[in-house]
């Protein structure tokens, strides 16, 4: 892109006045410890970024440009501290010159201002592995092909790479969970509506077949084309007598509440899932700790230099041996990251079925409200909140974490129970609606319920998509970095 012509450093580390005449050509600078070799190194990396990489990251301290830039007759006088570069820009054959101050080490001036040229230095400028030094070369060339990825990573100082595809991850995990939550709302609505209907699926040709039979009893046309976001009322007028409630849906759904609250295999399955995962963890301390310190130890492998540990200052026998055990460790914590998928997976299902129990009993509660069983109500209430509790356990792994002992699923109290079956007799004992009535509240129930199915649907499907992209952008991510560190 660029090649150096000459240099000129004036009052600058421990460099009162040089001129080199470099020629565009590769070149070797060599002298006793003390003449200024390092000197030079820094005065081309500060003309062409405005930094010195040697001064700045991990044991650096205070050190900095603008106090330890000047060589030590000049410390007050930053702006007599300057370095000149010319340049020869490879593709153009055009000559510049660079000159950079301490005093305002950002800016600079370009001496002919060709665009090109002036490119090419910011591109230079964004690259930190501009200058190396001699440790952390042999630390790259020494390391397992296996590491090598990450030695690059931390070599080049890409910290941010690791850290934005953390980011990444996070908001997939987030969406993900959302999306869950979404999937498992969707799911509960379409089952309510397809109970509701007595049919297996939400195809058209079933909705049609159901929904025309009911209209044809109250004299209304029949909807040639019937869907999840059809009207099914529509051009229906008033009734005489109408109720609030279709009797036979209300009945069915009690029923099929029961049913599902006695016949509790798939809860205990995936209660049992969440217990076994956890398990892991509670007989193993240290794969729990591991999965604390799973993001400590990737920081940490990427900031050893020498043989004192980053995060504690202890010294070790090599950096080597250091390296080593924080590898260890991440392997470690790798197996704990894996428990913590399991945990993950199994929660959200366990999680899916606790919310669709719950969407069951807004209807119950209803049917009992209508019948004036406010005992039963309040059981109804109570043991949402137990549900809800519990459902807000199951949502992150740090929740399930924090509330092991408290993720059994909520034992059908006794009153429960007895009020579900007073509510069921009560339905049982009422006179049937005409048809008239039973067709118009059975077309009312069912447009609520298309409603709820409708946004719920819509939801899933703004989640998933939001689900789809941060898999899309995560995945993308992880491939082109993978793919240029290694």
Not at 84 to 109: Q, Y
Not at 261 to 282: I, R
């Amino acid at each position: 892109m660029i090649q150096l012509e000459s240099i000129t450093v004036e009052e600058f580390r421990g460099i009162r006045f040089m001129e080199l005449d470099l020629g565009s050509r590769s070149f070797v600078i060599h002298g006793p410890n003390g003449s200024g070799k390092s000197g030079i190194v820094d005065a081309i990396d500060f003309a062409l970024t405005g930094s010195i990489r040697r001064l700045t990251g991990s044991g650096t301290g205070g050190v900095t440009v603008s106090t330890h830039g000047p060589h030590v007759h000049q410390r007050n006088n930053p702006g007599a501290s300057r370095v000149s570069l010319t340049v020869r820009h490879v593709r153009s054959d055009k000559l510049a010159t660079i000159t950079r101050s301490i005093k305002t080490p950002g800016e600079f001036t370009l001496e002919p201002d060709d665009p090109e040229v002036r490119d090419a230095i910011s591109t230079i400028g964004s690259h930190p592995e501009l200058t190396l030094s001699r440790r952390e070369i042999l630390k790259f060339v020494v390391s397992q092909p296996s590491s090598r990825a990450q030695e690059v990573q931390a070599l080049l100082k890409l910290d941010r790479l690791a850290d934005f595809r953390k980011l990444l991850k996070s908001t997939l995990t987030n969406v993900s969970r959302s999306a869950s939550t979404a999937q498992a709302a969707k799911d509960g609505a379409e089952e309510a509506l397809r109970s509701h209907l007595d049919i297996a699926g939400l195809g058209q040709a079933a909705i049609a077949e159901v929904i025309n039979r009911q209209r044809a009893i109250l004299g209304a046309h029949p909807l040639s084309s019937v869907s999840i976001d059809t009207s099914f009322a529509d051009g229906i007028g008033e009734v005489a007598g109408v109720v609030d409630i279709n009797l036979e849906t209300a009945r069915r759904e009690v029923d099929a509440l029961n049913a599902k609250v006695s016949n509790t295999g798939s809860l205990v399955e995936a209660q049992v899932k969440v217990e076994l995962a956890l398990g892991e963890l509670a007989s193993d301390q240290s794969l729990r700790r591991a999965l604390q310190h799973h993001g400590l130890y990737e920081s940490g492998l990427s900031l050893i230099d020498d043989d004192s540990c980053p995060l504690c200052g202890t010294a070790w026998s090599s950096a080597d041996a250091l390296r080593a055990h924080v590898r260890e460790q991440i392997q470690q914590s790798n197996r704990a990251k894996e428990v913590s998928d399991q945990i993950s997976t199994a929660s959200l299902e366990y999680r899916a079925i606790v919310e669709r129990i719950r969407q069951d009993l807004g209807p119950i509660a209803r049917y009992a409200e209508r019948a004036s069983l406010a005992e039963l109500q309040a059981e109804i209430d109570r043991w949402g909140d137990d549900l809800g509790r519990l459902h807000d356990r199951l949502r992150t792994v740090d929740t399930v974490l924090a509330n092991s002992d408290g993720l059994s699923f909520p034992e059908l109290s006794a009153e429960l129970s007895g009020g579900l079956e007073t509510l069921r007799s009560a339905l049982a004992a009422e006179p049937n609606q005409s048809q008239a009535v039973e067709a118009l509240t059975f077309l009312t129930t069912a447009d609520d319920r298309r409603n709820t199915a409708r946004v719920a649907r819509a939801r899933h499907d703004k989640a998933q998509a939001a689900r789809d992209a941060a898999e899309t952008v995560y995945s993308s991510y992880c491939r082109a970095m993978d793919g240029a560190l290694t």
